[in-house]
């Protein structure tokens, strides 16, 4: 059973255009949502991250928004470049325990130059 | 500062065979994960140590699989014998006490023919 669900499976994007990329989770105990983005031959790089306290959370080109009674959040690249071109991972944990991260199945990003 | 090492890159065996999974964390790091991702798929908890000793195993498949980390430092997880279905890419992260985010390795990915 998949706990957080993500989508779409790939997505290409045309260089300067928004990239959304979308996750959902079903345990409400869950009070930790990162972003992993990975380049290909390397592991998954912490990207950004957000609390479920906050709906929106900005570092530079990049904003997760958040929405809890939905138990959904999504991860949009304002100005996509192509040096973004990675798959990127949702994730959901628990503070207490974070060892209990559960993935998405990541999204392929190709941005088109 | 060296980040998370993982030996070998990749490893090809047959059906049968054993295999030994190299990771170094991060110096410093008593958190040590080990993660698989089949193709395509979610990246899937496997366990957790704090130092030397297992936190949370729930995720290892079988007992095919042994991991262990003598001294609190490097990690092996051993699959013996290796199954088709064990094929996939095995991540390594670790991370400082009471610190969010995971770093992760490169990867191995194994190939069970």
């Known amino acids: 059973q998949q706990q957080v669900k993500q989508s779409p499976q790939s997505l290409i994007v045309q260089k300067g255009g928004i990239s959304i990329i979308n996750c959902a989770y079903e345990n409400t105990a869950f009070d930790y949502f990162p972003w992993y983005q990975q380049f290909p031959g390397k592991g998954p790089a912490l990207l950004i991250a957000i609390r479920p306290d906050v709906s929106e959370k900005k570092e530079g080109r990049f904003t997760i928004s958040f929405n809890k009674s939905a138990k959904q959040f999504s991860l949009h690249i304002m100005d996509s470049q192509p040096g973004d071109s990675a798959t990127y991972f949702c994730a959901a944990a628990l503070l207490y325990n974070n060892n209990d991260m559960r993935f998405g199945a990541g999204t392929r990003l190709t941005v088109k130059p | 500062e060296a980040g998370v090492t993982q030996f070998p890159s990749h490893s090809v065996i047959e059906k049968g065979q054993t295999v030994t999974l190299r990771c170094d964390p991060i110096s410093g790091h008593d958190n040590l994960y080990w993660y698989r991702r089949v193709m395509g798929k979610e990246i899937k908890f496997l366990l957790h140590?704090?130092?030397?000793?297992?936190?949370?195993e729930s995720g290892m498949p079988n007992n095919r699989f042994l991991a262990e980390r003598t001294g609190g430092t490097y990690s092996t997880l051993k699959v013996q014998p290796a199954e088709l279905e064990d094929s996939g890419v095995y991540f390594c992260a670790s991370s400082q006490p009471n610190r969010l985010g995971q770093y992760f390795g490169p990867g191995t990915r194994l190939t069970v023919t």
């Open positions: 140590f704090v130092k030397e000793s297992k936190q949370d």
